[in-house]
């Protein structure tokens, strides 16, 4: 309101080109919304990165030897967290003991804790203690699963791109961050699919490098805090200019 009483044109700013596609079903328009990459200075991950081994044994996982998977936090409505879980008791049940690293005691993570444990693998499912922070869990992690097929959290994608963990998602396509030369996508959201991308990642290493290394490198491309300062500076001088007719 205060923008429109002198004269200025409001701009949205999102991560990801899915919320920007939400936000005008919802009744933005395509000129406010900017889909703009989050800000990740890469530099902090080292003193985290150091930290791994008391991290894990915090958490639990000192003498896990399988692949731990981390889950973003809860964004939206369908999260996927639980399509998650399933995939991960599948591959389980297929002989790939991996674990699933939740953030954050939540009604979603004890769903997925009580269903671990009705189908007998209660140690699959490990819900990070309140207090833990995203880096902390990314360090912990072997892996990112971004089990949602709409919305996702971009900044902790990027963060677990930043720190070379391999990501798979049930069927997420965003340019910005998550396209094929940076993740493995499962074909769609069933669990049996996501599943096979995960044991996909996890023994292929060929391809799990290669997809680790082309999201560092996109994340260095579009994540750099200067460069979206910049694009956020040049928004605002955009609003401003056609807020007051172009001068």
Same mark, same amino acid.
């Given at each position: ?25 919802a ?5 406010? =919304?900017? !889909?703009? %990459? +989050? &800000?990740?200075?890469?530099? @902090?991950?080292?003193a985290? *990165? ?15 030897e ?5 889950v ?22 297929g ?16 769903r ?11 140690? =699959?499912? !490990?819900? %990070? +203690? &309140?207090g833990?922070?995203? @880096?902390?869990?990314v360090? *912990?992690?072997?892996g ?12 902790a994608?990027?963060?677990?791109m ?11 396509a965003?340019s ?5 030369g ?11 699919n996501?599943a ?34 910049? *694009? ?9 200019c056609?807020?007051?007719?172009g001068?």
């Amino acid at each position: 309101c205060l923008g429109k009483a002198l004269g200025l044109e409001s701009r949205i700013v999102c991560h990801s080109q899915e919320a920007g596609r939400r936000l005008e079903q919802a009744g933005a328009s395509s000129e406010a =919304v900017m !889909v703009l %990459a +989050p &800000a990740i200075d890469a530099s @902090l991950l080292g003193a985290v *990165a150091s930290r791994r081994g008391e991290i894990r044994e915090r958490l639990g996982l000192a003498s896990a030897e399988s692949p731990v998977f981390a889950v973003p936090r809860l964004v939206g409505g369908d999260s996927g967290h639980f399509r998650a879980a399933w995939a991960v008791l599948l591959l389980q049940k297929g002989g790939l003991p991996a674990r699933l690293l939740l953030a954050g005691p939540n009604r979603e993570a004890a769903r997925c804790g009580r269903f671990a444990v009705s189908c007998r693998e209660p140690g =699959v499912i !490990v819900v %990070a +203690p &309140a207090g833990t922070g995203w @880096l902390e869990v990314v360090a *912990a992690a072997d892996g990112l699963v971004v089990p949602g097929p709409g919305l996702y959290d971009p900044v902790a994608v990027a963060w677990a791109m930043a720190a070379e963990r391999p990501v798979v998602s049930a069927g997420v396509a965003d340019s910005l961050l998550l396209d094929a030369g940076t993740h493995v996508a499962s074909r769609d959201g069933e669990p049996l699919n996501l599943a096979r991308a995960m044991m996909r990642v996890w023994q292929d290493r060929s391809l799990a490098a290669s997809i680790t290394l082309a999201g560092q490198e996109r994340v260095r491309q579009v994540c750099d805090p200067a460069a979206v300062a910049r *694009a956020c500076l040049a928004a605002c001088r955009g609003a401003v200019c056609q807020g007051n007719g172009g001068v």
